[in-house]
Antibody
Framework: EGQLMQSGGGLVKPGGSLRLSCAAS????????MNWVRQVPGKRLEWVSS????????DYADSVKGRFTTSRDNAGASLYLQMDSLRLEDTAMYYC?????????WGQGTLVTVSS | EVVVAQSPGTLSLSPGDRATLSCRAS??????FSWYQHKPGQAPRLLIR???NRATDISPRFNGSGSGTDFSLTIDSLEPEDSAVYYC?????????FGQGTKLEIK
């Protein structure tokens, strides 16, 4: 049913940048839209961004619009999240997910900590 | 934005019991509704899509129902491994939004 393996993340200062990657395997990557979902510790899950199967349609939550950029490499079956101008409130576990009328599967998650 | 409210916040039950978790959306979302199980240290897992369709390899003990604004997830014959936080999600409107979670404890 597919797997998603994430990399990137870590500790960054406010105003800094990070890039998250997500490598897909076990399914036809080019036929699914992909998303990023995050969870601030102790809070509910929050949708962050969506990219269509072709990469032609991209959308963002208002909280990250203008600062985050989602892209995909269909030839390499990979998804990316470029995070710029990071804020303290962006501290969260970030998950890449496939959209199959529900988010399934989920990557293992990568922790992003924004702290001075 | 569609607000999704989950209840109860915490549910404490015994092995063999039935659990009923509820979600209410602030507007009609049809049957575009999902449920997820999230255990500590693991990624969330899709249980139910389209309100009532179990995802691949999900036990028939998990059942979803509802449409419009009111949805429920029932878990029959609770097992210790069912201890987790359960989230619901509406996906009829963008942004897709989640409930605040129900923590299920198996005593």
């Amino acid at each position: 049913e597919g797997q998603l393996m994430q990399s990137g993340g870590g500790l960054v200062k406010p105003g800094g940048s990070l890039r998250l990657s997500c490598a897909a395997s076990g399914f036809t990557f080019t036929t699914y839209s992909m998303n990023w979902v995050r969870q601030v510790p102790g809070k509910r899950l929050e949708w962050v961004s969506s990219i269509s199967a072709s990469g032609g349609l991209i959308d963002y939550a208002d909280s990250v619009k203008g600062r985050f950029t989602t892209s995909r490499d269909n030839a390499g079956a990979s998804l990316y999240l470029q995070m710029d101008s990071l804020r303290l409130e962006d501290t969260a576990m970030y998950y890449c997910v496939r959209d199959k009328r529900g988010y399934d599967p989920w990557g293992q998650g990568t922790l992003v900590t924004v702290s001075s | 934005e569609v607000v999704v409210a989950q209840s109860p916040g915490t549910l404490s039950l015994s092995p063999g019991d039935r659990a009923t978790l509820s979600c209410r959306a602030s507007q009609n979302v049809g049957t575009y509704f999902s449920w997820y199980q999230h255990k500590p240290g693991q990624a969330p897992r899709l249980l139910i899509r389209d309100s009532s369709n179990r995802a691949t390899d999900i036990s028939p003990r998990f059942n979803g129902s509802g449409s419009g604004t009111d949805f429920s997830l029932t878990i029959d014959s609770l097992e210790p491994e069912d201890s987790a936080v359960y989230y619901c999600e509406q996906r009829n409107n963008w942004p897709h939004t989640f409930g605040q979670g129900t923590k299920l404890e198996i005593k």
